[in-house]
């Protein structure tokens, strides 16, 4: 696994009087890895900072951080569901959060760190659903980057309480009432997973199937893109040779998806964007995907409200040093999410909430 560690050290001449800041973000799920593969990675990236704070700062300050350190490594919780973790020390601050989103492992040793560290150590890859549709029959299969991994299979004679073969004749002669059933029973199984599970879906079909799915599904904004093919039986490995070519931009995919999300959050009412109305909803704890600018998360001071200019309010040894780093804790203690966007993306805006739970991979 890929591991970025910060070389932003003193020079050897400047080394004595500065105080180490060590920050650690990497994947932990322990519901899905053996404990002892988790243990092995929190040690490796323990030595590695072990490794670089004893050439680069006090050495009576680096032995407290490293001491707190491990004692950190030592409590931590391994009965979690979450999916990664970050790890801030310093010798007069600690803290640790457990996170809903995907990370790049990156070690941080510094004079100082900041909660802004998750966003850029946040890793986009590939996850989507395909669902494939036939008049006899539909699948569901979970996406990944190399991969599909089929979840469920619906049969058509399954829809109504009458003989199955009237069923599946009904279906072949046309009958636009059983179509319209089955498809919704369908899109109410597409509906279930994408509440656990809210990622982009491609739809894959014939003509009149995708046109009668885009009739009845209440899951069109989740849709990123609509294949007319003549699905036959394929399986996995075809199937995403299939698709393979509209997911290799995952970026353009990501960014197409969270249009249409911000799009239905709007006419819900459901967004809020500028400092002063997100700060109010994360106040109250309805903020589950919070959208910023790179230009704000690289330099917070673009925005202007009368609360961050109170210099008292943030500690200067804390990881919240700016309203913008405060926003981000809260938005991530309540189980949300949080994403970095290029300017243009939210319209001249640097920051906006979505005030539901969405998730983006």
């Known amino acids: 696994m890929k591991t970025r560690i910060s070389n932003t050290l003193p020079i050897a001449d400047e080394k004595r009087g500065h105080w180490p800041s060590v920050s650690i973000i990497l994947p932990f799920e322990p519901v899905v890895e053996r404990k002892d593969d988790l243990q092995k990675r929190l040690q490796k990236a323990v030595k590695r900072v072990e490794w670089e704070i004893g050439t680069g700062y006090d050495e009576d300050l680096a032995d407290l951080v490293m001491l707190k350190l491990r004692k950190i490594i030592k409590s931590l919780n391994f009965s979690t569901f979450k999916k990664s973790i970050a790890i801030y020390v ?6 640790v959060l457990y996170l809903n989103i995907p990370v790049e492992e990156t070690i941080t040793i510094n004079e100082s760190f900041f909660i802004r560290d998750i966003v850029y150590a946040r890793k986009e890859e590939p996850a989507f659903f ?39 004749k009904n279906a072949e002669d046309n009958d636009i009432s059983f179509l319209n059933q089955f498809i919704r029973h369908v899109d109410e199984g597409l509906s279930i997973m ?6 982009p879906v491609l739809v894959m ?49 990501r960014i197409k998806h969270l249009y249409h ?10 967004l809020t964007s500028g400092i002063s109305a997100v700060q109010e909803s994360v106040a109250q704890q309805r903020g589950k995907l919070l ?12 925005l202007e409200g009368a609360d961050m200019s109170a ?12 309203a913008i780093d405060d926003i981000i804790l809260n938005v991530l203690e309540i189980g949300g999410d949080t994403i970095m966007v290029e300017d243009d993306v939210l319209g001249g805006q640097h920051i906006a909430l979505v005030i539901e739970r969405h998730q983006y991979y």
């Open 90 to 95: 310093s010798p007069v601050f600690e803290r």
């Open 130 to 168: 395909l669902l494939v549709l036939s008049e006899r029959w539909s699948s569901l299969y979970e996406g990944k980057a190399d991969k599909l991994v089929k979840i469920k299979t619906n049969g058509a004679g399954n829809v109504l309480s009458i003989d199955a073969g009237d069923k599946i």
């Open 194 to 199: 994408l509440s656990a599970i809210p990622v």
């Open 205 to 253: 079909g014939k003509p009149k199937m995708l046109d009668t799915f885009k009739l009845v599904t209440v899951n069109g904004n989740s849709v990123v893109e609509y294949l007319e093919v003549n699905p036959g039986k394929r399986n996995e490995q075809d199937l995403y040779k299939m698709v393979e070519s509209y997911i290799k931009d995952w970026d353009k995919v």
């Open 261 to 270: 999300q911000l799009e239905k959050a709007t006419r819900e009412g459901k």
């Open 291 to 302: 959208v910023l600018s790179k230009t704000v998360v690289s330099n917070p001071d673009v």
């Open 311 to 322: 210099p008292d309010r943030f500690n200067k040894f804390s990881c919240v040093r700016h």
